[in-house]
C-alpha cells in the first residue's frame, strides 16, 4: 500500500491563479479530510468527505472546493490563489468515522502565493 | 467551544524525561490524541487515550488524562535526539467527523 499520496509537493502561484491539490489513499477509507498548517496555528480542517458523493465544510472553507467522485480520491481546489492561502496542505484519510480509527497523513504539499 | 492549547517549545537533554501539555475546551470529547510531526513530513500517530481512562503507558510513552481539568499530557521517557519533532495534541469533536488540532510544541533534544 502507498498510504495516503499528495501531489505536488511544492508549488507557488500568482495571486489569481487557480490549481487542484491532489490527495489519494489506497487504503479504501471512507474518510478523508484536508488540513492546512500555518506557524503558530497547529492544523485547522477545511473540508471533508465521509464517503463517495459526501462532503462537507470544515473550519476555514472559504475559497476551496472539494469533491469525492471515487473513494479514492479527493482533490482540493483553490479557485483564485490568495497570499493569505500560502500554507502546507495536509491530506488524511481514516476507515471510518469511529474516534478509535487512526488517521492517516499524507506528506504534505507546499504552496506559495506570490 | 473548541480550543486546544500547547506551549510552543520545549528542550530538554539526552536521556531526560520530556513531559508535553496540552489543555482542551470540549469535556464531551471521547478520545484524545498524541501525533508526531518530523521535519518535511506529515503527522504520525503516537497514541490515544479513552475519555474514561487516567493513563496509557505504551514503552516510552505515558499519557495522563486529568479530565476534571482538562488537561493532558504526554511523557517521553529516556528522550532521544530521534524524539526531535513538533507534536500535536488532538481531539476529536463527538457527533461530528472533526479532529481538532493543538498549536504543536516543538520539541528539541539536546546532545
Known amino acids: 500500500n502507498a498510504g495516503v499520496t499528495q501531489t505536488p509537493k511544492f508549488q507557488v502561484l500568482k495571486t489569481g491563479q487557480s490549481m487542484t491539490l491532489q490527495c489519494a489513499q489506497d487504503?479504501?477509507?471512507?474518510?478523508m479530510s484536508w488540513y492546512r498548517q500555518d506557524p503558530g496555528m497547529g492544523l485547522r480542517l477545511i473540508h471533508y468527505s465521509v464517503g463517495a458523493g459526501i462532503t462537507d465544510q470544515g473550519e476555514v472553507p472559504n475559497g476551496y472546493n472539494v469533491s469525492r467522485s471515487t473513494t479514492e480520491d479527493f482533490p482540493l481546489r483553490l479557485l483564485s490563489a490568495a497570499p493569505s492561502q500560502t500554507s502546507v496542505y495536509f491530506c488524511a484519510s481514516s476507515y471510518s468515522r469511529q474516534s478509535q480509527e487512526t488517521q492517516y497523513f499524507g506528506p504534505g504539499t507546499r504552496l506559495l502565493v506570490l | 467551544g473548541e480550543d486546544v492549547e500547547q506551549s510552543l517549545f520545549l528542550s530538554v537533554r539526552e536521556g531526560d524525561s520530556s513531559v508535553i501539555n496540552c489543555t482542551y475546551t470540549?469535556?464531551?470529547?471521547?478520545?484524545l490524541y498524541w501525533y508526531k510531526q518530523e521535519p518535511g513530513a506529515g503527522l504520525q500517530l503516537l497514541t490515544y487515550i479513552f475519555s474514561n481512562m487516567d493513563m496509557k503507558q505504551d514503552q516510552r510513552l505515558t499519557v495522563l488524562l486529568n479530565k476534571k481539568d482538562k488537561h493532558l499530557s504526554l511523557r517521553i521517557a529516556d528522550t532521544q535526539t530521534g524524539d526531535s519533532a513538533i507534536y500535536f495534541c488532538?481531539?476529536?469533536?463527538?457527533?461530528?467527523?472533526?479532529?481538532?488540532f493543538g498549536t504543536g510544541t516543538r520539541l528539541k533534544v539536546l546532545a
Open positions: 470540549d469535556s464531551s470529547s471521547t478520545y
Open positions: 488532538a481531539e476529536n469533536d463527538p457527533g461530528t467527523y472533526k479532529y481538532i
Open positions: 487504503m479504501n477509507h471512507e474518510y
